[in-house]
């Protein structure tokens, strides 16, 4: 419905499911992807805490998120659907962080 | 969870020795294990996951810091410690930039939730531009002590 625009927005959750939770690497894969779009990214854990930038690593370990957490992520900007698409899916694929490596 | 719950102030290196990335790993490693935290006999193997697990994504996150860490079978209980080199380390950061503030932290491999908060602790005080400044300009442990019972101080308030 909505026309494409700079205020798009966007809003997902999606439950964390590798084992480790949100440790640094997944961190950095979500903000390496998040980093790919123009719109703005917030996460938070959808408990009334505080809401971090999905673009900044540092932020992104704040919410120090423990497998079963629900993530919520929030986009905005002209590409806030499809990042957040790809940011969900990310989540939700447990970032390929149970896989041996 | 405070900071001085985990950090261990002897393990602390106010001038590091090692001027390399891998080499300032293996000297903190050392200096945990010295304390207690990692038999000798699995010394090297920590060393040595750290160091894997760090060439999988560098843990320098930019502005002058690195927190290199690892989940060990070897590491008898949560600790970490700080090393701090004045000329700067290459670690790979994000922002290229050189390392001032090593923190390591080695945490037993069956504890996840632990150490997402103690990381958790690391990176909300890290993100303070005082706390990373005093922290580069700490030359002595008791001085990285004070920072780590304040940091600790402000986060009760």
Avoid: W
């Avoid at chain 1, 909505?2 to 950095?28: D, F, K, Q, Y």
């Avoid at chain 2, 090393?83 to 670690?91: Q, T």
Wanted: hydrophobic share 40%.
């Amino acid at each position: 419905m909505t026309e494409p625009g700079t205020n798009n927005c966007a809003t997902a959750e999606v439950t964390i499911v590798n084992s480790h939770g949100l440790h640094a690497r997944p961190v950095m894969r979500f903000v390496d992807l998040a980093s790919r779009y123009e719109a703005e990214i917030r996460v938070d854990k959808g408990d009334g805490t505080e809401q971090v930038d999905g673009k900044s690593p540092m932020h992104m370990m704040l919410l120090a998120a423990p497998k079963g957490t629900t993530l919520r992520i929030l986009t905005r900007g002209a590409d806030a659907e499809v990042a957040l698409k790809a940011l969900a899916e990310l989540v939700a694929s447990g970032f390929s962080d149970d896989e041996p490596s | 969870m405070k900071l001085s719950d985990f950090f261990e102030i002897d393990a602390c290196k106010p001038e590091l020795t090692a001027t390399d990335r891998n080499g300032v790993i293996r000297e903190l490693v050392d200096a945990l294990a010295a304390t207690g935290v990692v038999d000798e006999e699995n010394r090297e193997a920590v060393a040595r996951a750290c160091i894997t697990r760090e060439n999988h994504g560098s843990t320098g996150f930019g502005k002058g810091v690195a927190v290199p860490h690892v989940k060990h079978v070897g590491v008898k209980r949560m600790a970490a410690c700080i090393g701090r080199s004045s000329a700067g380390i290459d670690f790979a950061a994000l922002d290229r930039a050189p390392v001032y503030t090593v923190v390591l932290l080695l945490s037993p491999e069956n504890d996840p939730e632990t150490h997402l908060a103690a990381m958790e602790r690391i990176f909300r005080h890290l993100q303070q531009d005082n706390f990373r400044r005093f922290l580069r300009q700490a030359e002595t442990r008791e001085m990285m002590k004070d920072l780590i019972l304040e940091a600790d101080e402000v986060q009760d308030t």
